[in-house]
């Protein structure tokens, strides 16, 4: 019977001792399920993933929150507003606010800012949102949109040059698409209009709208590029070009213009064989119905009879420069001489210094002479 007793009580310690370590183990099991719980729903709070987009942010991946496609135009790529971008962030603390919440659209905006100044507005939301421990309720966020916008303000660019050339923004031709207005008409060819359309005019570009300074270049008719700086003011780039750019001239071409600068003054000296009859010795120089032709034909008339007899003269300090191509059919120089004459009636010498731009024009394959301007004319006589 004792035998017996001594049996069940050790089966029952046996029993016991089962019963407290599953106890034990199911508290365990318990705890640990409820500290998951507990961790997830603090892990699932929005700050940790707004925690995480402010560390992507300072390292520089912002395009995998931006998409610079948005930002990019045909002068500054993703890849350029990508780098102006991080550029801008380096040394700043990223740092976030929220702004507002909905609750009833399970969403928070939280505002992100790089030393106080705002980059962007982010939008998270929560979803598959479930309740734990009976009074727990937990979702997962994620960020439904992000709009970020380049708080620096952009920067423009207002170039006027002739037609005639080529402006380049960062690399890209600037185009009728860019002007500010119609392009101007410039005085200097208003009688070169007479035979041609075919003028320079000024034209005015702008673009706005660029993260950083862009690169302007203005090139020749030979795509050469024309030093010639912009200058900035308040984000905004200005560059004027009123003159033309200057070039070698052919030796030809500058010994045609030199020999008829030289006839044309010798015409209106008497000079040349035939000038008291018509305008014959100068008319292969210009087109047909040339108002310089009606000027030397009303002279010759008028007045080439008053000009005193003399010498012959007597050319020197010739030159011919300031050579400007327009385009493969118009030109312009200028001429300059002195022109010496011994007056055979007062047997006094008359020096005439002068200094002419000549435009000429190609004409059924001849170079003829549009326009004359004036632009020094002294005379003295000793």
């Known amino acids: 019977m004792e035998e017996q007793k001594k049996t069940n009580w050790?089966?029952?310690?046996?029993?016991?001792?089962?019963?407290?370590?599953?106890?034990?183990l199911f508290w365990a099991a318990l705890i640990f399920r409820v500290y998951n719980l507990l961790e997830g729903y603090e892990q699932s709070q929005p700050k940790y993933l707004m925690n995480h987009i402010v560390e992507v942010v300072k390292s520089g991946e912002v395009d995998r929150y931006l998409n610079f496609e948005e930002y990019a135009t045909k002068f500054e790529s993703k890849e350029m507003c990508r780098e102006v971008f991080r550029e801008y962030l380096e040394n700043k603390e990223i740092t976030y606010r929220l702004l507002s919440e909905n609750v009833g659209n399970y969403s928070q905006t939280?505002?992100?800012?790089?030393d106080d100044v705002k980059i962007a507005d982010v939008i998270l939301g929560e979803y598959n949102v479930r309740t734990i421990l009976?009074?727990?309720?937990?979702?997962?966020?994620?960020?439904?949109s992000a709009f970020f916008d380049y708080p620096e303000e952009r920067n423009a660019v207002q170039i006027s040059v002739p037609s005639i050339y080529t402006v380049t923004v960062n690399g890209v031709e600037l185009t009728e698409k860019e002007y500010l207005s119609q392009p101007e008409k410039m005085t200097q060819f208003?009688?070169?209009?007479?035979?041609?359309?075919?003028?320079?005019?000024?034209?005015?570009?702008?673009?706005?709208?660029?993260?950083?300074?862009?690169?302007?270049?203005?090139?020749?008719?030979?795509?050469?590029?024309?030093?010639?700086?912009?200058?900035?003011d308040n984000g905004e780039a200005l560059l004027t070009m009123n003159d033309f750019v200057t070039e070698d001239m052919d030796s030809d071409l500058m010994q045609m213009a030199l020999d008829n600068a030289i006839r044309y003054s010798n015409y209106f000296t008497r000079d040349l064989e035939g000038a008291r009859k018509s305008v014959e010795p100068i008319a292969d120089m210009f087109p047909e119905g040339s108002y310089f032709l009606e000027i030397a034909d009303q002279y010759r008339r008028r007045d080439m009879w008053m000009f005193n007899s003399h010498k012959t003269p007597v050319f020197s300090?010739?030159?011919?420069?300031?050579?400007?191509?327009?385009?493969?059919?118009?030109?312009?120089?200028?001429?300059s001489f002195q022109k010496e004459m011994l007056l055979t009636q007062t047997r006094t010498i008359r020096r005439d210094s002068s200094n002419t731009k000549f435009f000429y024009g190609l004409m059924d394959g001849e170079w003829k002479i549009f326009d004359i301007i004036s632009l020094v004319s002294e005379t003295i006589e000793e």
């Open 10 to 24: 050790r089966g029952f310690w046996k029993v016991y001792f089962v019963i407290l370590l599953l106890l034990a």
């Open 134 to 144: 009976s009074f727990f309720s937990i979702g997962d966020w994620t960020m439904e």
């Open 190 to 232: 208003q009688y070169v209009e007479e035979y041609t359309t075919n003028v320079p005019k000024m034209v005015t570009y702008r673009v706005e709208g660029f993260m950083d300074k862009p690169n302007i270049q203005v090139l020749d008719l030979d795509g050469r590029a024309i030093d010639i700086k912009e200058t900035w």
């Open 317 to 335: 300090n010739e030159q011919v420069n300031n050579y400007v191509r327009y385009s493969d059919e118009l030109f312009s120089c200028e001429v």
């Open 110 to 114: 939280y505002g992100l800012y790089a």
